[in-house]
């Protein structure tokens, strides 16, 4: 049946389950098949499983991420790697290619696991049994978990409510930067607006000074009616920037004000009245107000192959980025096109070359064939952009990424490495680095805490 799942309520099964000549294990996170053992990761196990309850039924997107990201902010991308995730591992487990066509893409909706669920007749049987074995042991566990959580926290029943003890700890000098408003004639700037605040915050992100909130949380919160305190709470937070765009013709004018959480005071504003062909020293410029306004310093300048030669260049991979982020249906094919557009009005753009990568990634493997095509020129983005600049962390994570979605894993963890050393407080390097922890529990945990606290609402980081 083609019938989408609706308000099913999601379970992790009591015994495993045989899909195939695979042996699924949810409580061990494994699966087992002629081709070896695979270790799954908790999430993408998590969709395995709503996948397999529902054999034959669609999954929406929308049903998934809802079920397994509850009330936490996570983008599709999250999702689309689960699955290819859980392809690549059911093919090894299970030694064939086949396996990865078992999980159907049903364009723009969802997934569909095709083939037959049942019990795995060694463990079935054994249910009760197990669930009785393990019941006092989870207990205790448990009990010695929250003990220690006790005793390492301090935490009381009286002092503040459960939501407070899962927000971020505010640490002194950290900011989010919010999406700047769109205040255009037409309100068609939509792009460059955020564009332009996200340039700002990648140039504080340089400061060793300040822990500067990612993307993917700070712009989370747009269009919600919070005030500056409550945005400050949900991201550990003592300042937020924020500030509007108002682009016409050939002329911008940019507004900013550095607020304190605290006491909603405003230490800096300013509004910027220039050309177009101004709008790189005036990000430059309300990043250095900012570091002066907070007493810190900033660091070198902006990155060699950060900017672009031209405006035009700029505007087009400003729109691919935008695009890229939306994930509309189609969005991310029309990323493709403005993020081209960019490196062929300036070949030497190399970020624009590291974007163009990533977006070619995520298309290469949305559907349930790998593109062989759209790798190659995944590839082929990721090699130029490193080329142009060696020194881009970002380039260094998609080739990173390419070469692990090409099973060159010494490759792979030699340019995470490379890209961890460029800028080690970057979400999307810290995020490709955490699976090259995993010989080393301190290095990992280490990892993972550096994410979340700059990407403290993005669910996909945790």
């Known amino acids: ?36 053992r695979e270790k799954l990761d908790p999430k993408v196990m998590d969709v395995l499983v709503v ?37 690549r591992q059911l093919s090894l487990a299970g030694g064939s290619e086949r396996y990865k066509e078992m999980i159907e893409t049903i364009p723009k909706r969802g997934y569909r696991l095709i083939g037959d669920v049942v019990p795995a007749p060694d463990l079935a049987s054994s249910g009760v049994a197990l669930r009785q074995k393990w019941r006092l042991p989870a207990l205790i566990a448990a009990a010695v978990a929250v003990a220690l959580l006790l005793v390492v926290f301090g935490w009381r029943a009286t ?13 002194a000098n950290s900011i989010a930067v919010l999406p700047f408003v769109d205040m255009s004639e037409g309100h068609d700037q939509g792009y460059f607006s955020d564009g332009i605040a996200e340039e700002i915050l990648n140039r504080l992100a340089q400061s060793a000074e300040l822990r500067v909130i990612a993307r993917t949380s700070s712009f989370s919160l747009r269009g919600q009616s919070l ?10 937070v003592t300042h937020v920037l924020e500030g509007s765009v108002r ?22 504003s300013e509004t910027f009245d220039r050309g177009l062909e101004d709008v790189f020293s005036v990000q430059d410029e309300i990043a250095t107000s900012v570091a002066a306004a ?10 060699k192959g950060r900017m672009p030669a031209s405006v035009e260049a700029y505007e087009s991979f ?69 080329e142009l600049d060696p020194r881009l962390a970002v380039a260094h994570s998609r080739l990173a990424q390419f070469y692990s979605e090409t099973t060159d ?28 922890g995993e010989g080393d529990i301190d290095e990992a945990i280490a990892i993972q805490r550096r994410i979340v606290t700059r990407d403290p609402l993005n669910h996909g980081a945790r």
């Open 247 to 268: 682009k016409a013709g050939d002329r911008i004018r940019i507004t900013a004000q550095l607020i304190s959480a605290s006491d909603s005071s405003h230490l800096w």
């Open 409 to 436: 894993e010494k490759k792979a963890e030699e340019h995470h490495r490379i890209a961890m050393a460029l800028d080690p407080n970057e979400p999307m390097v810290l995020a490709g680095s955490v699976s090259y």
């Open 227 to 236: 005030d500056v305190a409550e945005i400050a709470r949900k991201l550990g």
């Open 318 to 386: 400003l729109k691919g980025e935008f695009f890229y982020h939306r994930r509309s249906p189609g969005d991310v094919k029309r990323s493709v096109t403005y993020f081209k557009e960019a490196t062929s009005i300036d070949p030497r753009y190399a970020r624009a070359w590291a974007a163009l990568a990533g977006a070619y990634s995520y298309l290469a493997w949305d559907g349930v064939h790998l593109d062989k095509e759209l790798q190659r020129l995944q590839g082929k983005a990721a090699f130029r952009a490193v």
């Open 1 to 36: 049946m083609n019938t989408p799942v609706e308000n099913a309520g999601t379970q992790t099964p009591e015994v495993a389950f045989q899909l195939g000549e695979l042996t699924v294990d949810p409580r061990a996170g494994e699966a087992r098949g002629p081709g070896g």
């Open 294 to 303: 907070l007493q810190i310093a900033l660091g070198g300048g902006t990155p």
């Open 159 to 171: 002092d503040t409510p459960a939501e407070t003890h899962a927000l971020p700890a505010v640490s």
């Open 51 to 87: 996948l397999a309850q529902h054999a034959g039924q669609v999954v929406l997107r929308e049903e998934l991420l809802a079920r397994l990201w509850p009330n936490v902010v996570v983008t599709d991308e999250v999702l689309s790697r689960c699955i290819y995730e859980l392809r």
